[in-house]
């Protein structure tokens, strides 16, 4: 988040962590600069305070493994509740089962269910079918450490278009519209 703040001073940043003394220790690193301020809460339930724009933009990263996967959905469908619906979530997240890197996120996933409070990484089919089942649009999916199956993307508020139709110039420079039709997603 310094980085972020470095680059845009004019935005306020908040960070959310659930630990206190991750929380101490960002802010500790984070002094001096005015436009980040930290928050213990937990992602599922923290909201941002009244009076509070909704976020722009959500950074959500290393988190999945930490979150079961019947909870996935519900944490979406929390940060879809108060995101703006033109904003952005960031994702950075091992995924399980890709082409690069499958050695690690194996070897990654094995680690992660032998633990009670780590779960299993999502693989491309979850990720699309949560962004889908949690009105977002999942786009960029791109490795940053292949080696390792560490992946980002975005997601962004579904934009539901039920009919769009053509403009068409008339006498006298007017626009009408022409010829409706429908407009279907496809893959």
């Not at 290393?62 to 952005?88: C, M, T, V, W």
């Not at 070897?107 to 269910?113: I, L, R, Y």
Request: hydrophobic share 35%; proline share 5%.
């Amino acid at each position: 988040m310094r980085k972020l703040a470095e680059d845009y001073p004019n935005v306020q940043m908040t960070g959310v962590d659930i630990n206190q003394d991750v929380v101490d220790h960002a802010r500790s690193k984070s002094e001096g600069y005015p436009n980040i301020s930290f928050e213990v809460g937990d992602i599922a339930d923290w909201r941002p305070a009244e009076g509070f724009d909704s976020p722009e933009v959500i950074l959500l990263h290393n988190i999945f493994h930490y979150i079961h996967p019947e909870l996935r959905a519900q944490l979406l469908n929390h940060l879809y509740s108060y995101l703006k619906k033109d904003g952005l979530v960031s994702v950075i997240t091992p995924i399980n089962e890709t082409e690069h890197g499958e050695a690690f996120s194996s070897a990654f996933n094995s680690f992660f269910v032998a633990h009670s409070n780590l779960f299993a990484l999502p693989n491309v089919a979850e990720l699309e079918g949560l962004a889908e089942s949690c009105r977002f649009d999942l786009f960029d999916l791109d490795p940053i450490i292949k080696e390792g199956s560490w992946y980002t993307f975005w997601l962004t508020p579904s934009i539901r278009v039920g009919r769009i139709g053509r403009y068409q110039e008339a006498e006298g420079n007017e626009q009408t519209l022409n010829n409706p039709r429908q407009l279907t997603k496809s893959s």
